[in-house]
C-alpha cells in the first residue's frame, strides 16, 4: 500500500497514474488496436488541444462482489471523463473504454458519467461522448440499469442547454442506445460500431429472422434508412475530425452565440452562373447542392445526415463568417417533394439552430408531398405537421429564397412568412401557387376539357389552359403584390442580398418576440 515517506508517496501516486492509463491492461489494449479501434485515451488525445485536458475520476473503481468482481477491478471503472479544450473552446469528453470489461457500464462507471454531463451542465459547455460498450454490467444488475436511467434523465436536461454529440465507436446495444439517441447528432465508425436495441441472436430466437450485426444496426443502415446516425466515418480519427467541425459551427451552450469564422469571402460577391441554374423546363431537375456552394462563404456547408432523405438537406454554413443553418429542398431526388423522413429530417434540425441560436436559412423548390398509401399509412400528416410546428416556433432570424416550385402546404411549411419568416426572396423563376399547372388545369377546366371531342383536341385545350395558368399564378408577383415575400431579387445577388438580411436581423432576440405562456407545446410526435 501507500509508503509512509513524502517521497514514496509521491513516488506510489506516480505508479498509480502509470497503471490507471492502462486501463483494462496491455493485452486488452492490443486487442482493442488489432480491432482497428484506437483506445479512450488515445481518442481523447486526439480530440481536445494538448495540454488542455484536466481528466477526474481516475481512481474510481466499482463496489460490485459478487461473480468475482472483488478480483476484477481497474482505476477508472472502464470510462474516462475530462474537461479539456477543443480548439481552445472547454469541452466535457467521456470516453468508454473497452479494455476493461468490455467497457461495460455499472454504478460507478455511470456515476463518473454523471458528474461529468453536471459539469457541462453547470459551466455551459458541450459533451461529447465516445461510445465503445458492451451495455449494461451484468454483474452489477440493477445497479447499471439505475446508471443508464440517470444518464438519460441528464441527457434530456442538457438536451436544448449545451450541445451534446455521441460518436459511436464500437458496440452500443440494448437500451445504451438511447442516451446517443437523446443527444444532438450521432457519429458511426465503419466497420467497427453497429447500435440496435436487440441483437440478430435475440432477433433470431424471437422471429426467425437472421440477420447479422452489420445489416441490423451498422452503420450505412443508420445514416441512409433508419435516420439514427448522422455521419459515418471511415476510422476513430476521422470521428474525432467530424466532432471538431460540429463544434466549430456550435455555441458551446444556448445563452451564447455561435462562433463567427473569419473570412475571405467577399459580402458582396455575386454569382452570375445562378441567373441560369434554373431550367426552362419545370419537370428538369437541377442541383441543389450548387445552389448552396455558389450562396454560402466558400467551403463552409457541411451537410448533416447527408444519406438519409435525400429529397431534403440540412447542413450548417457561414455567411460573411457567421453561423446559420440551411435547409433545403433537393430537386434532383424525388422532384424535393415532402415526405416522411424529409419532415423528420428538417424538424429536427430546424429545432436544434432554434435552441442554439442560429439562424436558419431555407432554400424552396417543393412541388408538394408525395402522394400514396405508404405516405399517408404511415402518417405524412402527422409528420409533416411537425415541420410547420418547428418553423412557427423557431424564433431566430429565419431567411427563406424561394428559388422555383413553392406550391400548397409544403410552400407554407417551407419557413413561408405566414410561419414567421423574417425574410422572404424570391428569384423571379419561382412559382408560388396552390398547384402546379396541369393538375390545375385538370381541376378548374374539367367541363370545358370535357366537350373536347378528340384527345387531340383536348391535348390542344388542355396546352393552351396551362398557358394560361402559367401567365397568370406561376411568378412570385402575386405574392410580391400582398407582401407575401419581400423581394424578387435576381438569383445571382443571392449571397449578398442574404447577407444584409442577415446582419440586419441577427439582434432578434426572444424576448422581442410574443409567444402565448405555456409549460410546452405540442408538437404531433
Ligand atoms: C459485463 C461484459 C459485458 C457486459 C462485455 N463484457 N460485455 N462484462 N457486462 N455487458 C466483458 C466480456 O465478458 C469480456 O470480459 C470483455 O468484456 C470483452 O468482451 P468480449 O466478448 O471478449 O469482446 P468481443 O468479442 O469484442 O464482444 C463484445 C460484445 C460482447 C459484442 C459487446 O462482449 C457481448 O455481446 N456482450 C454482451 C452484450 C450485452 O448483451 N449487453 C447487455 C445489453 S442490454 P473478459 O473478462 O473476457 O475480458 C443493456 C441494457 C441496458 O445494455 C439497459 C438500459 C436501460
Request: proline share 6%; net charge neutral.
Amino acid at each position: 500500500m501507500v509508503g509512509e515517506s513524502v517521497p514514496s508517496r509521491v513516488g506510489e501516486l506516480r505508479r498509480l497514474i502509470e497503471e490507471a492509463k492502462l486501463g483494462g491492461g496491455l493485452k486488452a489494449i492490443e486487442a482493442q488496436h488489432a480491432k482497428g479501434k484506437l483506445t479512450a485515451r488515445e481518442r481523447l488525445e486526439l480530440l481536445f488541444d494538448p495540454d488542455s485536458v484536466l481528466e477526474f475520476d481516475a481512481f474510481v473503481t466499482h463496489r460490485a462482489t459478487e461473480f468475482g468482481m472483488t478480483e476484477r477491478k481497474a482505476f477508472g471503472d472502464g470510462v474516462v471523463t475530462v474537461l479539456g479544450r477543443v480548439n481552445e473552446r472547454p469541452v466535457v469528453g467521456i470516453a468508454q473504454d473497452f479494455t476493461f470489461m468490455g467497457g461495460s457500464l455499472g454504478e460507478m462507471h455511470a456515476a463518473k458519467i454523471v458528474k461529468a454531463m453536471q459539469y457541462a451542465l453547470s459551466a455551459g459547455m458541450p459533451v461529447v461522448f465516445l461510445n465503445d460498450s458492451g451495455g449494461a454490467r451484468i454483474q452489477e444488475g440493477v445497479d447499471s440499469l439505475r446508471g443508464y436511467g440517470d444518464i438519460f434523465y441528464l441527457n434530456v436536461m442538457a438536451s436544448g442547454v449545451v450541445p451534446q454529440i455521441a460518436v459511436i465507436m464500437g458496440p452500443c446495444a440494448g437500451g445504451a442506445v438511447y442516451s446517443p439517441a437523446l443527444m444532438d447528432f450521432v457519429v458511426m465508425v465503419d466497420k467497427t460500431s453497429y447500435m440496435f436495441i436487440t441483437g440478430p441472436r435475440v432477433v433470431k430466437a424471437a422471429i426467425g429472422e437472421e440477420v447479422t450485426e452489420e445489416e441490423l444496426g451498422g452503420p450505412r443502415i443508420h445514416v441512409t434508412k433508419s435516420g439514427v446516425a448522422h455521419f459515418i466515418v471511415r476510422d476513430d480519427k476521422e470521428a474525432i475530425e467530424v466532432v471538431k467541425k460540429l463544434l466549430s459551427y456550435l455555441p458551446s451552450n444556448n445563452m451564447e452565440m455561435p462562433p463567427r469564422a473569419a473570412t475571405r469571402d467577399p459580402p458582396d460577391r455575386t454569382e452570375s452562373k445562378l441567373n441560369e441554374i434554373v431550367p426552362e423546363d419545370p419537370l428538369k431537375a437541377y442541383n441543389m447542392y450548387e445552389v448552396i456552394d455558389a450562396v454560402f462563404d466558400r467551403g463552409s456547408f457541411f451537410d448533416v445526415s447527408r444519406e438519409y432523405a435525400r429529397n431534403a438537406i440540412t447542413g450548417f454554413a457561414r455567411l460573411n463568417g457567421w453561423v446559420v443553418g440551411v435547409v433545403a429542398n433537393q430537386p434532383m431526388i424525388l422532384t424535393g417533394a415532402l415526405d416522411i423522413n424529409a419532415s423528420d429530417k428538417i424538424t429536427r434540425f430546424v429545432r436544434i439552430l432554434n435552441a442554439f441560436n442560429i439562424p436558419i436559412v431555407t432554400f424552396v423548390d417543393v412541388p408538394g408531398y408525395i402522394p400514396g398509401t405508404y405516405q399517408e399509412h404511415n402518417g405524412i400528416i402527422r409528420h409533416g405537421a411537425k415541420v410547420l410546428y418547428a418553423y412557427s416556433e423557431a424564433t431566430v432570424p429565419k431567411l427563406t429564397v424561394i428559388v422555383r416550385k413553392a406550391y400548397g402546404g409544403a410552400y407554407i411549411a417551407m419557413s413561408s412568412r405566414h410561419l414567421g419568416a423574417d425574410f422572404v426572396a424570391a428569384w423571379p423563376t419561382a412559382e408560388i401557387a396552390v398547384m402546379g399547372a396541369e393538375g390545375a388545369a385538370e381541376i378548374i377546366w374539367r367541363s370545358e376539357l370535357a366537350k373536347a371531342k378528340t384527345p387531340e383536341e383536348r391535348h390542344q385545350l388542355l396546352d393552351r389552359l396551362v398557358t394560361e395558368y402559367k401567365n397568370k399564378f406561376l411568378h412570385p408577383y402575386i405574392a410580391a403584390a400582398r407582401g407575401y415575400i419581400d423581394s424578387v431579387i435576381e438569383p445571382a445577388t443571392t449571397r449578398p442580398t442574404l447577407i444584409k438580411a442577415l446582419e440586419y436581423l441577427l439582434s432578434k432576440r426572444d424576448v422581442r418576440v410574443r409567444t402565448p405562456p405555456k409549460k410546452h407545446g405540442l408538437i404531433p410526435m
